[in-house]
């Protein structure tokens, strides 16, 4: 399948400077950042070209290189294309062209060694309330580990023979006119060596998936996006190489009544009666924890905001290794009044309220007066 083009993958003209690229860049990269798609394979595969795309493009060499001879001119593929790679370094760079002037004598890597496993990445999900009081959470993780019937060799017997496609080297050495390039060898990837005696437990790879069961300290505080690193939890590497990471995204669910900014709890309806708002009260308040008690002055409005201090969320903090640190600080509670209007009355509340409005006819308050006196100017000045 032909690759995208690379301005078109950045939605940039072919003469964009590099600002315009770096601007569609930071754009893409955060509406396809993996962070913000976990588990969606199709976002995952557009940042990572989105990556390469500014790669090549930000890099003025690579870039006259892609403009002149397209991908061809950047892949070390079986086409054989006259470039490097996007992910080409300085080095590949010098050695290719210290073998083009010097007949093929350029550095030789050779096979590649034991190589580490790969980082893991996914999500952990908790409640609010287990983002307050931090939590010791285990998650299943699919992972490789070494195959105990070949002790991650591949090979039934154990041996392995040198690849004959490379020679042992690792690599493949191709020639395009002036130009010399290597790549991986396809057929030992890279190891100089073949198996002749595939281990049946895991077809000669050395490792299997399995699911295996992780605990991760889940700080309090922790809020999405919190990324919690447990070293040697990835997938399991080469016989002598080290395993990789695990990196655990945090991911709080949403609570059915309290709305989290930042470490403030919200409660955006919090219901008092109409004498409660016109006589005052002392009222309980739901919290995270338990209940504490808020007095409601007389003559509290609707929509009337309160502030429970030390009632939200603890704060956390990370060192300068970006490793969680827990704080005694905590955010505030934050409740906004909602006076309910009774739909349903007795006949001694009708009778009461009766009475009231009655009252209020005769006594206009000062608010209602107000509003009158505007009313009845707008009238005269009309009648003028």
Do not use: W
């Not at 976990?38 to 790669?55: L, N, Q």
């Not at 690579?62 to 001119?73: E, F, L, S, T, V």
């Not at 195959?147 to 039934?156: A, R």
């Amino acid at each position: 399948m032909a690759k995208a083009d690379y301005y078109e993958v950045l939605g940039v003209s072919r003469d964009a400077d590099a600002e315009e690229i770096g601007k569609a860049y930071k754009k893409l990269a955060r509406q396809y950042h993996p962070d913000r798609n976990i588990g969606d394979p199709e976002a995952e595969a557009k940042f990572k070209m989105v990556v390469e795309a500014h790669e090549v493009l930000i890099d003025e060499q690579k870039r006259q290189i892609y403009d002149r001879y397209g991908h061809a001119g950047l892949e070390n593929s079986g086409g054989g294309g006259p470039g490097f790679g996007p992910s080409a370094t300085f080095a590949d760079l010098v050695d290719g062209l210290f073998s083009a002037f010097m007949g093929g004598g350029g550095r030789s890597r050779g096979p590649r060694g034991p190589q580490r496993g790969s980082d893991l990445r996914m999500p952990i999900d908790i409640t609010l309330l287990e983002a307050a009081q931090g939590i010791r959470k285990s998650v299943k993780v699919k992972r490789l580990e070494t195959c105990l019937e070949c002790m991650g060799k591949g090979s039934t017997s154990g041996k392995k023979q040198q690849c004959t496609r490379c020679k042992g080297r690792g690599e493949i050495i191709q020639r395009q006119g002036f130009f010399e390039f290597r790549q991986t060898c396809s057929t030992c990837n890279g190891s100089g060596e073949t198996i002749s005696d595939p281990c049946k437990a895991c077809s000669g790879v050395g490792r299997v998936q399995v699911e295996r069961s992780v605990t991760a300290n889940v700080p309090p505080g922790a809020d999405t996006g919190l990324r919690l690193l447990l070293g040697g939890e990835g997938d399991a590497g080469d016989p002598g190489a080290p395993r990789g990471d695990l990196e655990l995204v945090v991911r709080v669910q949403e609570h059915e009544m309290f709305v989290r900014e930042g470490k403030d709890l919200y409660l955006p309806d919090f219901p008092i009666t109409f004498s409660q708002a016109a006589l005052g009260a002392t009222v309980e308040v739901p919290t995270l924890t338990g209940k504490v008690s808020l007095t409601i002055p007389a003559g509290t409005q609707s929509h009337t905001e309160f502030r429970i201090r030390g009632e939200g969320m603890p704060e956390l903090r990370v060192n300068r290794h970006g490793s969680p640190i827990e704080s005694t600080k905590k955010g505030d509670l934050v409740l906004r009044c909602t006076v309910e209007v009774p739909t349903q009355l007795t006949k001694r509340q009708e009778e009461l309220l009766r009475e009231l409005a009655e009252i209020e006819h005769k006594q206009v308050s000062p608010t209602r007066k107000s509003f009158l006196d505007k009313i009845k100017g707008i009238f005269h000045s009309d009648q003028s």
